[in-house]
Nanobody, 114 residues
Framework: QVQLVESGGGLVQAGGSLRLSCAAS????????MGWYRQAPGKQRELVAR???????NYADSVKGRFTISRDNAKNTVYLQMISLKPEDTAVYYC????????WGQGTQVTVSS
């Protein structure tokens, strides 16, 4: 079973930046489309960015132009660079395959203050 470990969250002011990392165990990482999800209090988990095994990316409208997803298959790691953060970006951020195939990690909390 693949394990996912997210890190890099924190408390930032609006307009600030953070870079999240997600390390996955297992050698099948490179063949999967990966995604970053977030879940705000009282809301459903939503997919905000995804990246194919070849590096093609897609973003939710709410983060387009501000978030950048990338991956390093050699390190079994996917990243999320976030700039121009807004209070509405406050959530717990998770990574997983686009289909949510693997068990969810603990996530990493991102809090953006106004």
């Amino acid at each position: 079973q693949v394990q996912l470990v997210e890190s890099g969250g924190g408390l930032v002011q609006a307009g600030g930046s953070l870079r999240l990392s997600c390390a996955a165990s297992g050698s099948i990482f490179s063949i999967n489309r990966m995604g970053w999800y977030r879940q705000a209090p009282g809301k459903q988990r939503e997919l905000v960015a995804r990246i194919s095994s070849g590096g093609n990316t897609n973003y939710a409208d709410s983060v387009k132009g501000r978030f950048t997803i990338s991956r390093d298959n050699a390190k079994n790691t996917v990243y999320l660079q976030m700039i121009s953060l807004k209070p509405e970006d406050t959530a717990v951020y998770y990574c997983n395959t686009v289909s949510g195939l693997w068990s969810w990690g603990q996530g990493t909390q991102v809090t953006v203050s106004s």
